[in-house]
Structure formats: structure tokens, C-alpha cells
């Protein structure tokens, strides 16, 4: 009868371990590099490319009684580039922006085109009047109040 060796062996370092071990450090270095330096990309860090995370803006969304209230961040986003519309109680924003820089210097020619593009739709928590929304845009913060249709108002409810 044969009998197996149960102890661990150098070899285990290199076989299936090795590949969680490689993935984990990955994944290290990836919110690694994103938390410090967000403007490097490698090939293995394209996930933490900053249009990877912009491409939905950030929102503040709250329930009033009789309104709904939205704040949106669209750093960098012209007033003309910004698309804003409702329907069947959903909420669209889209932006797009691109940039065209181009650097001489000498025998050195760089030219990089940059473009972003924004999108979010957000179901609303209740039936709306899309006639009386108020949309402001200013210094890359939008901002809308949402007036509530009547018998979707927040009523107070007596206790007894």
C-alpha cells in the first residue's frame, strides 16, 4: 500500500494557491492605485480609469412631502452638452463632453483627445407633475425640484 505525503511541499506555493494569492494582490493594487493616483492606467488597472467611474454622476435624491429633490455632480459639463428629461416617472440625465488638447514642443508632438460621457436614469418614488419641474445648472451641480402630483403628497398620519 502506497502512502501519501500530507505535508505541505514547496510545490503548493506554485499551483492553485498561487493563482488566489496573484488574485487578491490584484485587487489590492487596483483600489491601491485608484485611491492615490486615479490618473495612472495600465492595462491591468483599466477598471480604475477615471471614466470608468464617471460614468454615472453622483446624485442626492430626497423624498419631501410634497416635492422630490435631486442633486446631481457633473464636473467639467457645459450647460449646452447637458440633456435633462423625464417620462413615466423616471428621470434621465445625460451629458457628454470631449476636449482636443495638442502640446508642441521642439521635436515633441503630443495631441490627446479626452472625452466623458454622463448617463443616469433614476425611477422616481412617486407620480410627479412634469409640467412645473424646476431645473437649475450651475458651477457643474444640477439641480431640480420635482413637485409631487396631489395624492402622492406625504400625509401625516394621527395616532390615537
Same mark, same amino acid.
Given at each position: ?18 493563482? =488566489? ?12 492605485? =485608484? ?16 471614466? =470608468? ?10 423624498? %419631501? ?44 508632438? %503630443? ?25 437649475? =445648472? ?15 403628497? %406625504? ?6
Amino acid at each position: 500500500m502506497q502512502s501519501r505525503n500530507l505535508t505541505k511541499s514547496s510545490n503548493d506555493d506554485h499551483g492553485y494557491m498561487t493563482a =488566489f494569492r496573484n488574485l487578491e494582490h490584484k485587487i489590492e493594487n487596483m483600489f491601491s492605485q =485608484f485611491w492615490h493616483h486615479p490618473a495612472e492606467q495600465t492595462e491591468d488597472t483599466a477598471i480604475t480609469s477615471p471614466l =470608468f467611474f464617471d460614468a454615472s454622476p453622483r446624485m442626492d435624491i430626497v423624498d %419631501r412631502d410634497k416635492e422630490i429633490y435631486v442633486k446631481a455632480e457633473l464636473p467639467g459639463i457645459a450647460k449646452k452638452d447637458l440633456d435633462v428629461s423625464i417620462s413615466n416617472n423616471y428621470l434621465f440625465i445625460k451629458a457628454k463632453t470631449s476636449k482636443d488638447e495638442e502640446v508642441e514642443d521642439g521635436n515633441y508632438v %503630443r495631441r490627446e483627445t479626452r472625452s466623458s460621457e454622463y448617463y443616469r436614469s433614476i425611477a422616481l418614488p412617486s407620480n410627479v407633475e412634469a409640467n412645473n419641474i424646476k431645473c437649475e =445648472f450651475k458651477d457643474g451641480m444640477l439641480e431640480l425640484t420635482i413637485p409631487k402630483t396631489e395624492d402622492a403628497y %406625504r400625509q401625516k398620519i394621527e395616532i390615537k
